[in-house]
C-alpha cells in the first residue's frame, strides 16, 4: 500500500457545533470569538481545513445551523472551499420531547419528530448532503414507564417513514448511545441494537459509531470489524471518553484504542472515501480554545492513521498463521510506537502546507481576527 498516497486522500469531516459554546451539564465557559451565525460556523471549519487539508466539510446541526436559504449557504461553503456534510438532526431539546421523540407515546409528539426528520432531508436536497445522522435520547427512567417493545415498534415505524423519503444518493446514519439522558432503558442503547434496525430497513441505513458512546472497557475496534464485513459501517463520531460522554479531543484519553480502530478500518481497506466511511468529529470543546482543539483532532486522526497504515501485514498475518502471539502483538506494538509526526509534516509540505498546522493557526493572526469582528451579536451555541 502506497501510504503516502492513503494519507493524502484521507478525509476527516468537523462539526460545525465545535466552533461554538458548548459544555456540559455544570457549565459552559463563553469564548470571545466564536461564530454566531452558520456562516461564521464555516468559515471556522474552512479555516481548519485550510492549515490541516484534510477538513474539507462541515456537518450542520438542525435547528442549531437553521438558515433561509441553504443553497446560499452552500454556495458560501464552496467558495471557501469546502462542502456541506451530513444534516444532524435534533430531537432532544423540545419540551414536547421529555418523554421521548419518535419513541414518545403521544402520537402528535411522534408525528412533530419524524417530521424534522423529513424537514432534514429536504436540507440534504438543497445543500447536497449524502448523510442524515440520526441520535435519539429517547428513552426511559423507570421500570413500567412505557412498553419496551411498543417503543421500538414506533421507532421502526417513524425510521421507516424516513428512510423511504431518502433520495437515491442519500443514506441514513443511526447513532447509539448506551445511556443519558435515559438511564434505565435507552432505545437505541447499542450497536447491536442499531444495526438490527439498519437491516430492517436496508441498504441505505448505516451505523454511526460514537467512540464515547460506549461502556468502559468496549473493544470498539471489534464493533468496527463486525460491521466492516457485514457491509453496515457508514460513519464515525470521533472523540475521546474517560468516563462517559466526554467529548474530548479524539486521541485524548486512549490513542492506542484509536489506533487500533483506524487499524481495522485500513485492514477492511476501508479508508479510501470511495469507500464512504463518513470519519467525523464530535466533540465539546468547553475549556480549551475551539479551532486549534479541531485541528489537533484531526491530527490525531492522522497520526493514528499513519500508525495503521505502517503495520507489516505480511508479517502480522504470517505470526498469526503460526500461532506466535507474541511477534503477532510485537508487529502491531512496532507500528504504533513509530514517530509518524515527521512523516505527516513532509505530506503537508508537499502540499503547500505547514508542516506544525497548530503553531501556523496561531501565527496566522485568525483568532484576532474573529475575536475583533464577533464582539457584537449572539454567540452560538447549544440551543442555537
Known amino acids: 500500500m502506497d501510504v503516502k498516497a492513503a494519507l493524502r486522500a484521507q478525509r476527516i469531516e468537523t462539526p460545525s457545533w465545535a466552533y461554538a459554546n458548548s459544555g456540559t451539564r455544570f457549565k459552559v465557559f463563553p469564548q470571545p470569538g466564536v461564530p454566531r451565525t452558520a456562516e461564521e460556523k464555516i468559515a471556522d471549519a ?46 432532544f431539546q423540545d419540551e414536547d420531547y421529555k418523554l421521548g421523540s419518535v419513541t414518545n407515546p403521544d402520537a402528535g409528539i411522534r408525528r412533530k419528530a419524524t417530521d424534522h426528520l423529513l424537514e432534514a432531508i429536504s436540507i440534504m436536497d438543497a445543500t447536497g448532503s449524502r448523510d442524515l445522522k440520526l441520535w435519539f435520547s429517547d428513552g426511559i427512567n423507570y421500570p413500567g414507564q412505557d412498553d419496551i417493545r411498543d417503543r421500538q415498534d414506533r421507532l421502526a415505524a417513524a425510521l421507516r417513514e424516513t428512510y ?26 447499542d450497536w447491536g441494537t442499531s444495526y438490527a434496525h439498519c437491516v430492517e430497513l436496508g441498504e441505505k441505513a448505516t451505523v454511526c459509531i460514537d467512540t464515547g458512546h460506549h461502556a468502559p472497557g468496549t473493544n470498539i475496534e471489534f464493533i468496527v470489524a463486525f460491521l466492516l464485513r457485514a457491509g453496515k459501517l457508514g460513519a464515525f463520531d470521533f472523540n475521546s471518553r474517560f468516563y462517559a460522554d466526554d467529548d474530548l479531543m479524539v486521541g485524548a484519553a486512549d490513542p492506542f ?40 483532532s484531526v491530527m490525531n486522526v492522522q497520526e493514528a492513521t499513519a500508525k495503521a497504515l505502517l503495520v507489516d501485514r505480511t508479517a502480522l498475518r504470517a505470526a498469526q498463521q503460526a500461532g506466535n502471539v507474541l511477534e503477532a502483538n510485537a508487529v502491531l506494538m512496532d507500528a504504533y510506537n513509530t514517530d ?30 474573529i475575536v475583533a469582528e464577533r464582539a457584537g451579536g449572539t454567540q452560538a451555541g447549544w440551543g442555537a
Not at 164 to 189: C, H, I, S, W
Not at 348 to 367: I, K
Open 340 to 369: 509518524v509526526r515527521p512523516l505527516l509534516g513532509e505530506l503537508r509540505t508537499d502540499a503547500g502546507l505547514d508542516p506544525d498546522p497548530v503553531a501556523a493557526y496561531a501565527r496566522s493572526g485568525y483568532q484576532e481576527k
Open 164 to 189: 423511504e423519503r431518502l433520495g437515491e444518493n442519500q443514506r441514513m446514519l443511526l447513532e447509539y448511545k448506551l445511556f443519558e439522558p435515559a438511564f434505565y432503558a435507552t432505545d437505541v442503547p
Open 257 to 296: 484504542q484509536l489506533f487500533r480502530i483506524m487499524y481495522e478500518i485500513v485492514r477492511g481497506d476501508a479508508l479510501d472515501p470511495a469507500y464512504g466511511i463518513a470519519f467525523m468529529l464530535d466533540q465539546c470543546h468547553n475549556i480549551e480554545a475551539k479551532i486549534p482543539a479541531i485541528i489537533r
Open 46 to 91: 474552512a479555516t481548519v481545513h485550510r492549515f490541516t487539508g484534510v477538513a474539507p466539510s462541515v456537518a450542520l446541526h438542525i435547528p442549531w445551523d437553521k438558515v433561509d436559504d441553504y443553497g446560499a449557504l452552500t454556495a458560501y461553503a464552496r467558495d471557501l472551499g469546502i462542502e456541506i456534510g451530513a444534516i444532524n438532526t435534533n430531537v
